[in-house]
C-alpha cells in the first residue's frame, strides 16, 4: 500500500472538489484497500465519502426506488421496499460475498469492483487491464473462472459483482455529480465498459466523478429470481449467475454474471424466453468466445436457465 | 495477556475520557526507530472505543483497523488469516456489527465503538458464546476462532432484527435455523473444519436467549 | 521405556480421565483470543521490527542483479538481507528447495528478499521498491507431460518405491472380472489460517524463534544446519499453532528470514508470509496421476491388485506415496504397487495431512467401486469380503496388531442407513436434487515414533507436564493432562501442561497422526518413573502402590501425593522408544465412510447432504476432540472431493489461485451433520496407551464416498478431482442430468 494523504468529505462538493486535485474516494473499502495492498491501486489521496449522508433509501416521486450510493449491502437487501418490490436486488446481494463484506460494502462501490482474474491480482504477471500494454496472461492460462462472452484479446476479466446483474436486469441508473457540480444519470447498460482495447478503463466516471445514487424504476411486479452457480456453496464468485424477472404478462428479461466483463444483457435473450431456456442461452450467448478451460460456461448458462425457468415454474 | 495491556486499560479507567495516550504508538513502536525514520511525518490521529476504552492513536493512514488493534493496541486476539477479506478471521464488531478489520483503515473509525473477542469475555468469565464454543468443541487450533465467535454474536442479532440471508426462504420471514447459521457463518472460514460444532454452539446460545 | 512386548493392564486401563471426554483445557485462553500466537509476542519481543518477504516472479532462472537502493532509503526501512547479505547458509535436511533463493532461483515465490522496517505498512511498500533483474529459464510444469521421464524414487517414510507378491500380471490377466482406470488428483494447498509466522531475537549469538512449527526439534536441526550454528544455539518456542496439516512440518522462509532479519536489523524481527505467498512459497501436496487394476472373481474376491502412482517434485524431492494403502487395505495374492517421481520445477511438494492415503484412496475407493459394480456385490460386502487380517504382501506371519476394518462397515452402514440406497445410480430424486449415497474404506497407517516428556509434582499435588510437543488443534494439551491426571491418581485441573518449547524434552512432534500415540506413551513413561520415585519415598514397592484421589496407596496406608513430592516437588523425565512390534505387526487404523449428496439435476451444483463414518484407532484418548479432528478431516476430504486445486500455468509455472478468494476451501455452507462413531478398540501392540493416531484417518477415503455418491446419484463416474460442475456438464449424456 503505497503511502497516501487522508481527508474526510463532510459534504458532496467537498468530496468532488477534493477529488479534482486528484484523489480517489473510498466508501467501504472492501475491494480498493484489498487491491492497494497489492499495489495494484496506488492512490496518492483518499477521500473518506461516508459522511455524506449518502446513506438513505427513498422512493422516487415516479414510484420507482433511489439508493444512496453509501447504503451497505446488507441494508439493501434487507430494506422493506426493495425485499418486496426488487426481490432481484436482494437476492442478488445476498448471494455475494459475506455478512461481514455485505455490512461493509457500498451500493456503489459494488458497482465499482473489479475483476477476479488471477493475472491481474498478480502484480509480476502481464495484465493489460493493470499494466495497459502488458498483454493478457489469462488468454492461455488459467482462465476457468473468467469471461466467455464480451471479451477482446486484451482482456478477458470477468466483472465479479452479483449485485450489479440485479441492478442491470432492473434497468437501473447510476447517478452522479462531477467535479464541476454537473449531474447526470447513467444508464447501468452504459455504465461499464467492455475491454475491447483498453481493459484498464472499466466504466463511463470521469476522474472525480462520484456516484451518488442508484435510482431503479418502478416496480416490475411478477417473479424474481436470482441463481448463482459457484464450486461451493457460499462466499465464492459466481461461475455463473443469472437474474431474472419475469413480470406476469409473458414478459421476462434476464441478466448474466460471471461471464463476462460487465453485467451482461442482450434484448434478443430476453425476446426468446418463450422458446426456452436453450434459446435465451444461445441469445445471450451469440458472439461468445470462451477459452478451452472456461468454455462449460456456456453449457452452464443454459444448464442454469433450466434450473431457474423450473424455479419460477415451482412459484406461484 | 500482557501485563502492560493490563495497565494501559487501568489508566484509561482511570482517566476519563479523551485522553491522548502517547505510549501506544509513539512510544512502543516509536522508541526503537531508526534516525532516517520519518514517521510521524504522515502521522493522523484517530481517536475510537476499543471494548468500553477510549483510545487516541496516531496511526500511518495505512493502517488497518486490524492491525491498529494487533500492532497498536496489542489486542492479539483478533486474528490476521488472510488479509484481503477471504477468510473471516479478523471479524470484529463496529458500531454493533460485523466487518473485516483487514479491509477498513483504522483512521476511517474515528468515533466509532468496536468490540473485539477481548470485550466480550475473560478466560474467567467467559461471554455465553464463549463457553458454548468450550463446551462444543467448536475449534481446534484456535486461530479462526475470535473470528468466529464475534461473527457468532452478530449472527444472532441480525436473525433476530430480521435482515434475511441467501438461505432465507421467504424474504419477509426470517427464521432461525441450521440452514441459516451456516450460510450466515460462511464468511468465517474454519480450515480445521470445526463448523458442526460451531453451529451447536451456537443454537445452544440462541436457545439460551429465548429461554 | 523401550516399547517392546505389548502392553498388559497398566494404570490407563482404569479409564477415570483418559478415554472421558473432556473440554479441551487450552479452550479458555482460545475462545478468549488470549492464546499467543507467533506474530503476537508483544510479550517476549517487545518492539519487534517488521519483515516483509519478496518472492521470485519467476519459477526457474538466476537473478542477474539486485538493486536495493530505492528500497533502502524508503521510510523506516532498518535492513534489507539477500542472499548476497545473508552470509554462508546452509541447508536444512528436510528442505528440498532453499529457503532463500538467489542468485539461483528455484521456484517461483520462493523467497529472496527480507525488507526490515520499523513498520509492518513501510515494510510492505519498500518490499515493492527491490528492482530484480531475472533470467528465466525453461521449466518442467507438466506431471502429465513428464510422466515418461519419472524415475523410481529412493526409499523414504513411505517404505520401498515398489513392493511385489506373487504375480500380479498372470494374476491379473487371468481375473474373471476386470477394473483398469486411470484417477488423477490436482496440487492442494494445506491452507492452515495461521500463515506461516515467527518472531525472532538474538541474544548475542543465541537465537530464539517464536514460531508456528509442528515439529519442534527438526526446526531446531535444520535452523542450526541453515545457519551453520550449533544446535544448544537455538531456542524454538511454539505454544500454539493456527493449523498445520502438514504444511509447518518443516522450517520454512519466515523462521529463517526472521532470523537473518533479526541478526540484520539488531533488533528483534517477526515476520508473517503474505496469504497469497503461501501456496507457491510453501509447501503443497503434489498432483499425482494414479493407475490401478483390480482383478477378482465373480463374487468380488479380488485375486490381482495393482497401484502405479506417478508424481512430480523439484529436484531432490520425494514421492506421494499413494499405493501405500494398497498394500495392506485387501486381500489378493498377486500384488503389485509402484511409485514414480517426475521432476518439476513447481513449488515443493511435501507431507499434506495423511501423504500417501489421502490421495491414494480417492483413486482407490472409487476403483473399489466400480468393482462393486462389475461384480453386482454391494460395496459394503465387496469390502467385507476382501478383508485380510494379515499384510498380504508378507503373509499370515505377519498379522495386523488389530483390525476392526469389517466391524467399521458394518457398523457404519447400518448408523447410515445403508441398506436404503438404490444400487442403480441416478434413480433417486428429491425436487432438483438428484440424491445418491455413497461409501469407501478408510485406511491410515499407524506410525509411532520416540517421545519424551518430563513431569513435575509440588507439594500442593499439582502436577506440571513438560514436552516439546506441539498442539496444532489436535487436542495435545488435553490429552497430555488426562494422561498424567489417570497416571498419578490426579484431577484433570490439577495438571498443567506446557507445550512447544525446545528447552523441554524432545517429543514425537505432531504429523503422520503419531503424535497423540507416541507424546502420550511418552509421558506414560516419564509419570511411572516419577510413581517409582513416589512409591520409593513412601517406602511401598512400585508395582503394588495406587495413585488416585490424590493418594499414594499400599493396601490401607496412604499418603497425600503433594506431602510425599515434599516442599521441594519431585520430577521425573523419560521418553518411550518403540522396538520391533511396528515390525512383527502391521498397524493401521480402519474406518468407513458414508456420504449422501444431491446434485442438481439441471446445473450439477453438487451438495452434501450427510456424511457419517465409524472408525477403528486403538483407545481413543478424548473423545471429544478426537471427533473433531474426524470431522474435520472429513470435511477437507469432501473439499478434496469437490473443490480443491491449484490451477498450474503451465507456461509461467506456478500455481495461479494462490489465495484464500481462488482456492476454495469448504466453508459452513457446504457442511452437514457429520456422524461419528468410534469402535471400541485397545491395540496393545501400539504403545502403552493402547492408542492410535486418528487425526488423519478421517481424511483417508472421505472425498471417494462422496465421489461415489455422485456416481450413485448421477450415473457420471468421474475418476479426475476435483469433481467440479464443468467435469460433471461434460459427461451429462446418458446421465440422469437433464
Keep these: ?316 | 495477556m500482557a501485563p502492560d495491556h493490563v495497565t494501559r486499560r487501568a489508566v484509561l479507567q482511570g482517566g476519563g475520557a479523551a485522553m491522548a495516550l502517547p505510549g501506544v504508538a509513539g512510544a512502543e513502536t516509536g522508541a526503537m526507530l531508526s534516525p532516517e525514520s520519518n514517521r510521524g511525518r504522515d502521522m493522523s490521529t484517530v481517536e475510537f472505543t476499543v471494548n468500553g476504552d477510549r483510545v487516541q492513536l496516531q496511526l500511518d493512514p495505512r493502517t488497518t483497523l486490524l492491525d491498529a488493534l494487533r500492532e497498536h493496541l496489542q489486542l492479539t486476539g483478533t486474528k490476521k488469516g488472510c488479509d484481503h477479506g477471504q477468510c473471516g478471521a479478523c471479524t470484529v464488531l463496529v458500531e454493533g456489527q460485523r466487518i473485516n478489520s483487514c479491509l477498513t483503515l483504522a483512521v476511517m473509525h474515528e468515533g466509532d465503538s468496536v468490540t473485539t473477542i477481548e470485550g466480550l469475555g475473560t478466560p474467567k468469565n467467559l461471554h455465553p458464546m464463549q463457553r458454548a464454543f468450550v463446551t462444543h468443541d467448536g475449534y481446534q487450533c484456535g486461530y479462526c476462532t475470535p473470528g468466529q465467535i464475534c461473527s457468532a454474536v452478530a449472527v444472532l442479532g441480525e436473525i433476530e432484527a430480521g435482515i434475511p440471508s441467501h438461505a432465507t426462504e421467504d424474504l419477509e420471514h426470517v427464521v432461525l435455523s441450521d440452514a441459516e447459521l451456516r450460510e450466515r457463518m460462511s464468511g468465517n472460514i474454519c480450515r480445521c473444519a470445526a463448523y458442526p460444532n460451531i453451529i451447536a454452539a451456537i443454537r445452544e446460545v440462541a436457545a439460551g436467549d429465548e429461554a | 521405556m523401550k516399547f517392546d512386548t505389548p502392553a498388559t493392564t497398566n494404570p490407563i486401563d482404569r479409564g477415570r480421565v483418559v478415554g472421558v471426554a473432556h473440554d479441551r483445557i487450552d479452550g479458555p485462553a482460545k475462545v478468549t483470543g488470549t492464546a499467543p500466537y507467533a506474530y503476537e509476542r508483544h510479550d517476549a519481543a517487545p518492539q519487534a521490527a517488521y519483515g516483509w518477504i519478496v518472492g521470485s516472479a519467476i519459477a526457474k532462472g538466476k537473478i542477474d542483479a539486485m538493486d536495493l537502493r530505492a528500497a533502502q532509503s524508503a521510510p523506516g526501512v532498518l535492513a534489507i538481507v539477500t542472499h548476497q547479505t545473508a552470509g554462508p547458509l546452509g541447508k536444512g535436511a528436510r528442505n528440498t528447495a532453499h529457503l532463500l533463493g538467489g542468485p539461483i532461483i528455484e521456484h517461483y515465490d520462493q523467497a529472496v528478499a527480507l525488507v526490515i522496517a520499523d513498520s509492518f505498512e513501510n515494510a510492505r511498500d519498500a518490499a515493492r521498491l527491490l528492482r530484480i533483474d531475472y533470467s528465466p529459464e525453461k521449466g518442467r510444469y507438466d506431471l502429465a507431460a513428464e510422466r515418461g521421464h519419472a524415475t523410481v524414487p529412493k526409499e523414504g517414510f513411505g517404505g520401498p518405491a515398489d513392493t511385489a507378491a506373487g504375480n500380479f500380471e498372470a494374476g491379473f490377466a487371468k481375473a474373471a472380472v476386470k477394473v483398469d482406470q486411470s484417477y488423477t488428483t490436482p496440487d492442494q494447498s494445506h491452507a492452515m489460517m495461521e500463515p506461516h509466522a515467527t518472531t525472532a531475537a538474538w541474544d548475542g549469538d543465541s537465537l530464539t524463534l517464536w514460531t508456528s512449527n509442528q515439529m519442534v526439534a527438526w526446526a531446531v536441526e535444520d535452523m542450526a544446519a541453515t545457519l551453520k550454528i550449533p544446535k544448544d544455539k537455538i531456542r524454538i518456542v511454539t505454544p500454539y499453532i493456527g493449523g498445520g496439516f502438514g504444511g509447518k512440518l518443516f522450517l520454512r522462509a519466515d523462521a529463517l528470514l526472521a532470523a537473518l532479519g533479526a541478526r540484520a536489523a539488531g533488533r528483534p524481527v517477526k515476520v508473517a508470509l503474505a496469504r497469497p505467498q503461501i501456496p507457491n512459497n510453501t509447501t503443497h501436496r503434489a498432483a499425482t496421476i494414479q493407475r490401478i487394476r483390480i482383478g477378482a472373481d465373480r463374487d468380488g474376491i479380488i485375486g490381482a491388485i495393482g497401484h502405479e502412482v506417478w508424481s512430480g517434485d523439484l529436484p531432490g524431492g520425494g514421492p506421494e506415496v499413494a499405493a501405500q494403502q494398497t498394500r495392506l487395505l485387501y486381500r489378493g495374492t498377486d500384488r503389485l504397487t509402484a511409485h514414480r517421481l517426475a521432476e518439476l520445477d513447481l513449488p515443493e511438494a511435501n507431507a499434506m495431512r495423511a501423504p500417501g492415503e489421502a490421495v491414494g484412496l480417492l483413486a482407490l475407493e472409487i476403483a473399489m467401486d466400480e468393482l462393486a459394480e462389475a461384480t453386482g456385490v454391494d460395496p459394503v460386502e465387496l469390502r467385507i469380503r476382501n478383508d485380510v487380517q494379515y499384510d498380504p504382501e508378507a503373509g499370515p506371519q505377519r498379522p495386523f496388531s488389530s483390525r476392526k476394518f469389517v466391524e467399521c462397515l458394518r457398523q457404519g452402514a447400518e448408523r447410515f442407513g445403508w441398506e436404503r440406497r438404490v444400487p442403480q445410480p441416478g434413480q433417486v430424486r428429491d425436487g432438483r436434487w438428484l440424491v445418491g449415497m455413497g461409501m469407501a474404506a478408510a485406511f491410515r497407517n499407524n506410525l509411532v515414533a520416540k517421545s519424551g516428556a518430563r513431569v513435575g509434582i509440588d507439594g500442593r499435588g499439582h502436577v506440571v507436564v513438560e514436552t516439546d510437543m506441539t498442539d496444532i488443534g489436535t487436542g495435545s494439551y488435553t490429552i497430555l493432562a488426562q494422561t498424567a491426571a489417570e497416571m498419578l491418581g490426579v484431577p484433570i485441573e490439577a495438571v498443567t501442561v506446557r507445550l512447544g518449547d525446545s528447552l523441554f524434552p524432545k517429543s514425537a512432534g505432531s504429523g503422520g497422526q503419531f503424535g497423540a500415540n507416541s507424546a502420550t506413551a511418552g509421558l506414560y513413561a516419564a509419570c511411572v518413573a516419577l510413581r517409582e520415585k513416589l512409591a520409593a519415598k513412601a517406602g511401598f514397592p512400585a508395582n503394588q502402590t495406587v495413585f488416585e484421589d490424590g493418594l499414594v496407596r499400599l493396601g490401607n496406608q496412604s499418603q497425600p501425593i503433594g506431602a510425599l513430592a515434599g516442599e521441594e516437588g519431585m520430577w521425573a523425565e523419560d521418553r518411550i522408544e518403540f522396538g520391533k512390534l511396528t515390525q512383527d505387526y502391521a498397524q493401521a487404523t480402519f474406518g468407513a465412510h458414508f456420504c449422501e449428496v444431491g446434485v442438481d439435476v439441471d446445473t450439477a451444483e453438487v451438495r452434501v447432504r450427510r456424511m457419517g463414518g465409524a472408525f477403528a484407532a486403538g483407545r481413543i484418548l478424548n473423545p471429544k476432540s478426537a471427533r473433531s479432528q474426524v470431522i474435520g478431516a472429513m470435511t477437507m476430504g469432501v473439499g478434496a472431493a469437490l473443490m480443491e486445486e491449484l490451477h498450474v500455468d503451465k507456461r509461467f509455472g506456478f500455481f495461479v489461485n494462490h489465495d484464500m478468494a481462488e482456492y476454495l476451501v469448504p466453508v459452513h455452507a457446504d457442511i452437514p451433520e457429520q456422524d461419528v462413531l468410534f469402535l471400541d478398540e485397545l491395540d496393545d501392540k501400539s504403545s502403552p496407551m493402547k492408542a492410535k493416531g486418528v487425526g488423519e484417518l478421517g481424511i483417508c477415503g472421505a472425498g471417494a464416498a462422496v465421489a461415489n455418491a455422485i456416481y450413485n446419484a448421477t450415473g457420471i463416474r468421474l475418476r479426475d478431482y476435483p469433481l467440479t460442475i464443468d467435469k460433471l456438464l461434460a459427461q451429462r449424456e446418458g446421465s440422469a442430468l437433464a
Design chain 1, 1 to 316: 500500500m503505497k503511502p497516501f494523504t487522508y481527508s474526510r468529505a463532510a459534504s458532496v462538493e467537498d468530496a468532488v472538489a477534493a477529488a479534482s486535485s486528484g484523489g480517489r474516494f473510498i466508501a467501504g473499502g472492501t475491494n480498493l484497500l484489498d487491491l492497494m495492498k497489492l499495489q495494484i491501486e496506488t492512490p496518492s489521496h483518499l477521500i473518506d465519502v461516508n459522511h455524506l449522508e449518502l446513506d438513505r433509501i427513498e422512493r422516487t416521486p415516479e414510484g420507482g426506488l433511489r439508493i444512496g450510493a453509501m447504503v451497505r449491502n446488507t441494508a439493501l437487501a434487507a430494506h422493506p421496499d426493495v425485499r418486496r418490490d426488487y426481490a432481484v436486488l436482494s437476492r442478488a446481494l445476498l448471494a455475494g460475498a459475506s455478512g461481514q463484506l455485505r455490512n461493509k460494502a457500498t451500493t456503489a462501490g459494488n458497482l465499482l469492483q473489479r475483476t477476479r482474474c488471477p493475472y491481474f491480482y498478480d502484480t509480476r504477471m502481464p495484465c493489460n487491464k493493470r499494466k495497459p500494454g502488458s498483454g493478457c496472461g489469462a488468454l492461455k492460462g488459467g482462465s476457468r473462472s473468467l469471461a466467455i462472452v464480451g471479451t477482446s484479446d486484451a482482456c478477458i476479466a470477468q466483472h465479479p459483482s452479483d449485485m450489479a446483474v440485479a441492478m442491470r436486469v432492473l434497468d437501473a441508473a447510476v447517478d452522479t455529480v462531477a467535479a464541476d457540480g454537473t449531474r447526470r444519470s447513467i444508464p447501468i447498460a452504459d455504465f461499464h465498459l467492455l475491454p475491447g482495447d483498453t481493459p484498464h478503463i472499466e466504466n463511463q466516471l470521469k476522474p472525480g466523478e462520484l456516484i451518488t445514487s442508484v435510482t431503479l424504476p418502478n416496480p416490475l411486479g411478477g417473479t424474481h429470481v436470482y441463481r448463482k452457480v459457484r464450486d461451493r456453496s457460499s462466499y465464492a464468485f459466481a461461475l455463473v449467475s443469472v437474474a431474472a424477472v419475469f413480470d406476469g404478462q409473458g414478459g421476462s428479461r434476464f441478466a448474466f454474471g460471471g461471464i463476462a466483463p460487465k453485467p451482461w444483457r442482450v434484448a434478443a435473450a430476453d425476446a426468446a424466453a418463450a422458446a426456452g431456456a436453450g434459446a435465451v442461452a444461445q441469445a445471450a450467448l451469440a458472439d461468445a468466445r470462451p477459452t478451452a478451460q472456461n468454455a462449460f460456461k456456456q453449457q452452464l448458462v443454459a444448464s442454469t436457465l433450466t434450473s431457474l425457468f423450473r424455479q419460477k415454474e415451482a412459484r406461484p
